[in-house]
């Protein structure tokens, strides 16, 4: 094996080609359109164009792979996770074509790739399965007579991938067909197979995963388990190994049963398995025939670089380990820094400044950041909302979890909103660190955790908001006499009033409150060194177009970062509007899936309207509050961007003729 095609992109691709190049193993990029600037494109080998913008015109196009691969001179293609990774057809196609593939025989992945497939070869080798319906056919009325079997709650889950699409938890009967519908279309959409199966709902159990091995002469070993229940649209967003609920016996049973089934399938390669645990009873979710994300918290737990165990492996190279040999020390967590929201909207946009805490490596811990970031990137709509991920290694729960808080703490992306400050939440909140966050976790905290932030990040626009006006970086000017000025926050305008009270200071009264003494220290590239009374704070910050002409600002001190804009110049809002009912904006890049109104159509708070496809999930637009649907901008199918207005609306009004 001389040069490795990986067919992937971003933190990934980086990822295969640091243990390849390590290995004295050329590595070959392919990159759409969109990531043509993208850094697993400069540091590869050799990097080829496949074209096009979306999955399918570049990373999901087989021909286009294998004709990279051809053209480069690649002997070997390493698919990293998602796109193609799972996929068969591409697994076996890399092998006609006379490549050697770096993952499980395609056999292993049609069938365990296949949750209804794989769900009857665990139970035949008693591997423990939720009761559910899994069977060809798909009709809402078959389904609806099997899950009145099984009994509700049930989960509608894709037969095919994986990733949280095309799952939906349904409660009772009236909410099937609408989850079934859902449920396929997002299932098309991920993996062109719309096929489903129903199984009984855990309602408050762990997400627990074990990683498993296998080579080419039949032995498989496990590498202990991960914990991935805290997820927020079943998408996991923190991972941790030893999991906190999983004594010796549990990993050991689980481990057993792990290994029967990657055995069962012939299984070769890095794969995992997934189980639903609830106490001592453990029962299967799916495997998963690939790499996952959150792979580093094993390596980082067992000392092993398993990207070089599947490229050995792929040679033909017996397991360097047995079973016996295996030794798991301390603890692991790993976060995914997303580009979303702390209400879990993703969002597009360009990072405009960066600063990435250094990786470490010391006797007793270790920091990791594998993402594929830096100042000029920009994230599109076309692929996942996963900026990159941080991993800590520590002797203890408690330490990485401290440890992980202080990294998270020193990351700084400025330009588009990220999950770094609700990670933070999540991480310092008391159920996750008394270890019993369980999936349910965010279902029934995340108001909680984002009403919390939503506060601290009052506070901190309440102390630091000012130095929008005063800090001086280009396009501000910093005041030198008594004038008021008007920030927007969260869409409330608050007035300071400021006064000189040197060169680099001001008496700021903020509203009725009391006047405090804004100091700026120091003068920094992209922020400040500020001080106020006694607490002195480093304030990133950019400065970025806002709406109507207003300067608006992206900021950062400490655990939170938040935006505000200048409004200070622009016309007085019309407050005789506020409150009405007038457009339906998109809040994001994304691809219209569905439209479920017309015009002349009346609405009830909280109707769905729209529902837009972006970053791989589906997401539904609703109204609200009561209205008539005066006019639809956009259609099926359309590509529509931040911002931009759907639907025009009109408040309901009643037979009073009031609105």
Known sequence: MKRILIANRGEIALRVMATAHRMGIE????????????????????AYALGGLTSAQSYLDVSKLLAAAKATGADAVHPGYGFLSEDAGFAQAVQ?????????????????????????????????????????????????AEAAAIGYP?????????????????????????????????ALAGFGNGDLLVERAVMHPRHVELQVFADAHGHVIHLGERDCSVQRRHQKIIEEAPSPAVDADLRERMGRCAVALAKAAGYVGAG????????????????????QVEHPVTEALTGLDLVEWQIRVARGEHLPLTQEQVQLSGHAIEVRLCAEDEMFQPHTGVVQYLYAPAATKFEVSALRFDHALRAGSEVTPYYDAMLGKLIVHA????QAINQLIHALGQLTVLGLPTNRAFLIECLSDAVFRQGKALISYLAGDAARLQQQLQDREAHAHQQWGALCTVGQLPGALACSYPQLRKLRHRGQTHELALQPASRNSWAVVNGDGEPALLQIDERLAHGWRARQSDLTQTVSAVQMPGDEGAARWHLQAGAVDWWAEDVSYLPPENSGAAGQVSELRAPFNGRVVQLAVEPGQM?????????????KLEHSLSVRADCVVEAVLISAGQQVTPGQVLLKLAPAVDKGGQA
Not at 161 to 171: A, N
């Open 27 to 46: 590595t070959v990029a392919v990159y759409s359109d969109a990531d043509e600037g993208s850094l697993h494109v400069q540091q590869a080998t050799q």
């Open 96 to 144: 006609d074509a006379g490549l050697t593939w770096i993952g499980p025989p395609p056999a292993a992945i049609r069938q365990l790739g296949s949750k209804s497939a794989a769900k009857q070869l665990a139970k035949a080798h008693g591997v423990p399965c939720l009761p559910g319906y899994e069977g060809e056919d798909q009709s809402e009325q078959r389904f609806a």
């Open 154 to 186: 049930v989960m509608v889950k894709a037969v095919a991938g994986g990733g949280g699409r095309g799952m939906r938890l349904v409660q009772e009967a009236g909410q099937l067909g609408a989850a079934l519908a859902s449920a396929r279309s997002e």
């Open 272 to 291: 995992t398995v997934e189980f639903l645990v609830e106490g001592q009873q453990f029962y299967l979710m799916e495997m998963n025939t690939r790499l």
């Open 395 to 398: 002797p203890t729960r408690d």
């Open 603 to 615: 609405l009830q708070a909280g109707a769905v309207a729209v529902v837009i496809e972006s970053m």
